[in-house]
């Protein structure tokens, strides 16, 4: 019998709105796919973008990072600084040939249980559509058996990125 | 390390989808794990005495709670372990209600779910550290911003609690908007009557440092510890001599040479000047940009008639620096400029009805000054273009406010009230006298607010027009007010000899300034942000500093003094304790590693990170580092993120941490 795929999904999520979004949704029983783990961070401002690329290494088909509303952070201004990154970071993802698609950005305030349960599903439905992020094996060097065998199949990376 | 696991059943909630008797079975196999068991109701007293005595017993150093969500119980959890001698700050809780069995049905999945939210607060906790409360002093006396209604509420009721507060005015008297204004709704109470009495109270009372012509100039330190640096305005008088005699400005021969503030402009006021009457203090200013002898040198009348030497041409702005521990905002509102741009805002202005270009037509702070027995007509309803009494008034509301084409989107509340008032006063004034109202909704919510408008309309017979006004315009010496009437359906044209509008209350145009030097968030309106609209409506986010009055959203006299109140409580909590405890969750440098490139304090969004040098035994300067000033860190982690070094990370939310927990990810 052939297995369905189920996406695994790693959010970021602010403990002032999205975290505390989420814990309403929970209140209110609104029911959600299970595929997501969620990390909480003080403010979406914390998030390294390295926290990204280190999710997609370790297995993750698609990352969701979320936070309080422009003007709302609770920090003041954090959100403003992770909206700023995102710009760039999700061209570099691009360019080190992550697909970027895989990548989520929302703004769910504490007060929207149910945007939030919207904008999961949405992202596990997304996911669940591209089928699995099997490049991230690239990522680990214990995959590749010898040297020789990465610095090939880097070559063969360099070579379809420059077709 | 020695790890315990607790997994709680919440009754039902959680046991329903989750297999916990499973899940603890699994986890107790992760390495460092010690003890793991499940339980009905962790959080009650038995759930509790289970923790503490599995510390006891197998010597726990770090604990595990799968339950509720951490804004639930994490304090109850964390105060249980610390009681027998587990630091708070390694215990960790791992979510399994609100984000796990709540909103799941399938128990496999849900119950994978929750063995993996157990795994991450695991391989967290592993790099948690014991961490102790921040502990700062306070300083037990308040900065009060703003010496109107608010600010006087705000100050006499922390000064009656026997600390000191310093209450800084802009300008040259306290008492603000409200001073101006001629009765209030829905009693019609003379406005000065009620007020005076509280502005001499301020100025007599031992704990308050009254500062009028004063502006803050600037901010530095942090809840219980601020430092503020007022600007003294030169006033040209020694204010320690001046006896408020008046005999200066009585003579003073540059008369009516500039417009009078307090009167809106209706009147006239001399070089040298007290804003009205009863100003607190009596103390006069020379108005600098118009008096003579600061053009040519010449007339020094001022100085010579005063029997006390008081006149000082030579005074400088002086400075001064106040120690602070807790700081109010009440800066008050302005009315909408609403006949051109005014200078240095970012508003247009409303560039209709003909303010500014006909001289009947004025706004609503200038009818009260109008129906004031202090004001420029003594109270008789005189229009200022011939000072003859209006046999036709008309008022309109919402002239920039709910207008976002014109205006603003918000509702500035007051408006529906006072023109209600107005048009009463009018009537009980002039007899005879027609009173037309043009309205969009009445929104009278409050004690005893819809009865007097209804009074105005069935009482007084006020008409009440509901529909826009188009156009005024002037003609045969009457303004011609052409507008509709939507619920006769009918266009409605009226002769009026006078026009007031309701214009739009704005913010200060100085307080997004204002709210940059301390740190607190404003609204796109240039109105100040509280923290939580519902629950904490007069505190900002940045700690010790709290908003009172109109300077957060148009709010009439009863709100404004009712929030002034719990600000100035707010105030007081702080004033309490000796000392705050703080959450320890604040960043912290690595300077060895410290490259000294301070990206983090370019992104810090208070203005937490210093400058430090590292100097060696001579006192050469070595490397130069960032510092976290943690009485200003507020734990929001962006340094963390932007160190291109890692070299600062953030207590709590270490990188170690977050990593484990991303680590823990590759075997979901």
């Not at chain 2, 911003?145 to 006499?156: E, F, P």
């Not at chain 2, 400075?319 to 006949?339: P, R, S, V, W």
């Not at chain 2, 004001?375 to 002239?399: A, H, N, Y």
């Not at chain 2, 009230?417 to 005879?432: D, F, I, P, Q, W």
Request: hydrophobic share 35%.
């Amino acid at each position: 019998m052939e297995v369905k795929f189920e996406p695994k999904i790693v959010a970021f999520v602010c403990n002032w709105c999205t975290y505390t979004g989420a814990d309403l949704a929970g209140t209110s029983r609104l029911k959600q796919q299970p595929n997501a783990r969620l990390i909480r961070v003080p403010c979406t401002g914390r998030i390294d973008p390295v926290f990204i690329i280190k999710a997609f290494e370790n297995g993750a088909d698609g990352v969701l990072v979320s936070g309080c509303h422009p003007g709302d952070c609770h920090y003041n201004a954090g959100n403003f600084h992770a909206r700023r990154r995102w710009i760039f970071f999700k061209s570099l993802l691009d360019f080190v040939g992550i697909d970027s698609s895989r990548l989520f950005f929302s703004w769910v305030s504490a007060s929207e249980g149910k945007k939030w349960v919207d904008v999961i599903n949405n992202v596990i439905d997304t996911v669940r559509e591209k089928g699995p992020f099997n490049a991230y094996k690239k990522f680990n060097r214990e995959n590749y058996k010898s040297d020789a065998e990465l610095v090939s199949a880097s070559k063969e990376d360099s070579k379809i990125n420059s077709e | 390390m020695r790890i315990g696991v607790f997994t709680c059943h919440c009754g039902e909630n959680i046991g329903k989808t989750v297999d916990c008797p499973a899940v603890s079975k699994a986890v107790a196999d992760i390495p460092g794990v010690v003890h793991s068991e499940d339980y009905k109701y962790m959080c009650s007293d038995p759930g509790q005495n289970l923790i503490k005595q599995a510390i006891k017993e197998k010597n726990l150093d770090a604990v595990v709670v799968g339950s509720c969500s951490p804004h639930m119980h994490e304090k109850t959890f964390r105060k249980a372990c610390s009681s027998v001698g587990i630091n708070p700050y390694m215990v960790e809780i791992a979510n399994l209600r609100e984000h796990c069995s709540w909103i799941h049905d399938d128990i496999p999945s849900a119950t994978q779910k929750a063995l993996d939210l157990l795994r991450f607060a695991i391989e967290r906790v592993k790099f948690n550290e014991a961490l102790t409360p921040i502990k700062v002093p306070v300083t037990k006396r308040a900065l009060v911003i703003g010496g109107g209604i608010s600010g006087i509420q705000a100050s006499l009721d922390i000064a009656n609690s026997g600390f000191e507060v310093i209450l800084v005015e802009k300008e040259p008297s306290i008492g603000g908007h409200m001073s101006q204004l001629s009765e209030t709704f829905p009693t019609l109470d003379c406005s000065q009557c009620i007020l005076t009495p509280r502005m001499v109270e301020v100025y007599q009372h031992p704990k308050i440092k009254l500062m009028s012509y004063s502006e803050v100039e600037n901010v530095e330190g942090f809840i219980g510890n601020f430092i503020v640096k007022i600007r003294k305005k030169a006033r040209y008088v020694k204010d320690e001599l001046c006896t408020g005699c008046g005999l200066c400005f009585q003579k003073c021969p540059i008369k009516k040479v500039a417009l009078s503030e307090f009167d809106e402009g209706l009147t006239t006021r001399p070089a040298m000047y007290v804003p009205f009457p009863q100003a607190v203090p009596n103390i006069p200013v020379i108005d600098k940009s118009v008096c003579t002898y600061f053009k040519n040198g010449k007339c020094q009348m001022c100085k010579k008639v005063c029997g006390r030497d008081a006149i000082d041409f030579e005074q400088q702005d002086t400075f001064i620096e106040e120690n602070i521990g807790a700081i109010i905002i009440a800066t008050g509102y302005k009315l909408y400029t609403i006949d051109k741009k005014p200078e240095g805002s970012i508003y247009e202005g409303y560039g209709e009805y003909g303010y500014g270009k006909y001289r009947d037509v004025i706004n609503g702070l200038q009818f009260e000054r109008i129906a004031s027995a202090s004001g420029p007509t003594s109270g008789e309803i005189l229009r200022p273009s011939d000072k003859t009494v209006p046999k036709k008034i008309v008022f309109i509301q919402c002239v920039g406010s709910r207008d976002e084409s014109k205006g603003f989107s918000y509702c500035s509340k007051i408006c529906c009230m006072y023109t209600a008032k107005h048009a009463m006063l009018y009537k009980h004034k002039v007899h005879g006298g027609e009173a037309y109202v043009f309205y969009m909704d009445i929104r009278a919510g409050g004690k005893m607010y819809e009865e007097f408008v209804r009074r105005a309309i069935e009482e007084d017979g006020v008409k009440y027009i509901r529909g826009r006004v188009s156009r005024i315009y002037e003609e045969n010496g009457k303004l011609i007010v052409k507008g509709e009437d939507t619920i006769a359906g009918l266009k409605v044209e009226i002769d009026a000899d006078m026009v007031v509008l309701a214009t739009a209350m704005i913010a200060q145009q100085e307080a997004p300034k204002l709210a940059q030097m301390l740190g607190v968030p404003y609204d796109k309106h240039g109105f100040l942000q509280e923290v939580h609209p519902k629950l904490r409506p007069v505190e900002t986010s940045s700690g010790g500093i709290f908003l009172a009055g109109a300077c957060h959203s148009p709010r009439d006299i009863p709100e404004s003094v009712a929030m002034a109140s719990a600000a100035a409580a707010k105030a007081l909590v702080l004033f309490g304790s000796d000392v705050l405890e703080r959450e320890p969750v604040v960043a912290r440098v690595n300077e060895s590693t410290c490259a000294g490139c301070f990206y983090c304090k370019k992104v810090c969004a208070y203005n937490a990170i210093e400058v430090k040098e590292i100097k060696d035994r001579q006192g050469n300067v070595l490397k130069v580092v960032a510092y976290v000033n943690s009485g200003l860190c507020q734990g929001c982690g962006t340094c963390n993120a932007t160190c291109p070094s890692k070299s600062v990370e953030l207590i709590g939310f270490k990188d170690d941490q977050i990593y484990a927990q991303i680590h823990a990810f590759a075997e979901v």
